[in-house]
């Protein structure tokens, strides 16, 4: 009985779609299997464990391109993490510390009467105060004593605007270090937050430069005060000592009375 062609042709055109699916899955082979031979009379003959060897190293090769894959997305994911690592902090708080630390300075640097200056200190101290004060005429000692007075006021009003500008910097303070802290928590790297926390170190280091001005500023002022007493108690003592000189003291003489 002889069969439609086309019948007879379908197996042969099934097989040849699974050879050609087979040699796509399996670009790359060693050492091939064949899958189909050809038996006598040149029929193809399936010989199920060479596809099956096949089918395998086929997916042998597409795991091992899954793994490279996988690498390159490992890497290229190791170098995004070492971008963002490297990444800046957009935030600098640099300029206005650095701004509230020159206006303590210049706020330091104008101190009036007696600057902050060893030398001009030991200058004044040598003319002004002590036993320095107790020389001189009466009208001498009194525009000194006016003079230390006068270094004294100065010096607790420095204290005060010292102690102003102090308090003045706790606000912009406080909005610093919200901002700082925002970029930390928001920091993207190691970098920004490394960044982050310097100028948190900075801020702090403000506030403590602050603090050690306004100390000073008072420590002066009271430094001022206490010399200021001792010399005015010198130089009252010394005032008493020359209203109660009587040069030689007293003498007998002859008396002469009227009509003698």
Known sequence: MIRNPDQRCRPLKLTAALVAGTLALTPVLTTPAQAFLFGGGGRIVYDPQNHAENILSAARALEQINNQIAQIQNQAQMLMSDALNLASLPHSSL??????????QRLMADAQSLAFDVASIETAFAQDYGAAAAEGDFDTMIAGARDRWETSVAGFEDALRVQADAVGNIEGARTQMDALTRESQG????LQVAQAGNQLLALQSTQIADLTAAIAAQNRAEALEGPRIATAEAQGRENLARFLDYGGGYSPGTVRFFGD
């Open 187 to 190: 920091a993207v790297g190691a």
């Open 95 to 104: 300029a206005p510390l650095q701004d509230a630390i020159g206006q303590t």
